[in-house]
């Protein structure tokens, strides 16, 4: 069965750039998330979406980061001129949606390095 | 505010021993409380939830763990350890979907590193 689905993998870039990480949440969830996981800071809430909801954006750590999600599916996750601190492994999740007690389903991850 | 706290950067246990990875939570209301699993180089994968019932939960690969409401915690157990379950744990608890704000994210631990040796 299809889980989350993250690209790409790897992606290294050079400072200044910007970059475009994209998760395939597992059919029918509505809920997903975004997490970063950097060395020695653990694993960091960025944004939420669930349905046609507003999303919960209070977990982007700057204006440079932006995400979006088409259609209640897909998600972009954009992070625009980019710095060498935001080098860590971007982790999109989904869940099936309403109840506390539903499990979040973890993607592989976008491994980013910014040089 | 919902917390999680993992009191051991790593735990050492030799191949077939019983392990156990501490967790501590804090919340207002009902928890619900996860553990996931990390090997090198990839994603989070579920392990088990408390959400209701049985203090006793038992999850994937011979992991359990047990919710204390006394002591706030929810430590993960094995009895008997493999070398490969090394790897890095984390405890989550789940905060509320109801209420202004509230977004149902997994507030997670610091991690523990399981070293699991021949």
């Known amino acids: 069965g299809a889980g989350v689905s993250q690209s790409p993998s790897n992606k290294v870039t050079e400072k200044g750039k910007d970059v475009e990480l994209r998760c395939d949440p597992i059919s029918g969830h509505t809920a997903l998330y975004w997490y970063r996981q950097s060395l020695g800071q653990g694993l960091e809430f960025l944004i939420y979406?669930?349905?046609?909801?507003?999303?919960?954006k209070s977990g982007l750590p700057s204006d440079r980061f932006s995400a979006e999600r088409t259609g209640g599916s897909v998600s972009t996750l954009t992070i625009q001129r980019t710095q060498q601190e935001d080098s860590a492994v971007y982790l999109c999740a989904s869940s099936p949606g309403q109840s506390s007690g539903n499990t979040i389903y973890f993607g592989e991850g976008s491994w980013l390095t910014v040089v | 505010a919902q917390s999680v706290a993992q009191p051991e950067d790593q735990v050492n246990v030799a191949e077939g021993n019983p392990l156990t990875v501490k967790c501590t939570y804090s919340?207002?209301?009902?928890?619900?409380l996860f553990w996931y699993v990390q090997y090198p180089n990839r994603g989070l994968q579920f392990l088990l939830k408390?959400?209701?019932?049985?203090?006793l939960v038992k999850g994937s690969y011979g992991f359990e763990a047990e919710f204390n409401k006394s002591q706030t915690s929810f430590h993960l157990k094995k009895p008997s350890a493999l070398v490969s379950d090394s790897a890095l744990y984390f405890c989550?608890?789940?905060?509320?979907?109801?209420?202004?704000?509230?977004?149902?994210?997994?507030?997670f631990g610091q991690g523990t590193t399981l070293q699991v040796k021949p």
């Open positions: 979406f669930q349905g046609n909801s507003a999303p919960d």
């Open positions: 989550a608890v789940r905060d509320g979907l109801h209420g202004s704000g509230n977004t149902g994210k997994l507030i």
């Open positions: 408390y959400i209701t019932g049985d203090n």
């Open positions: 919340v207002s209301g009902n928890p619900y």
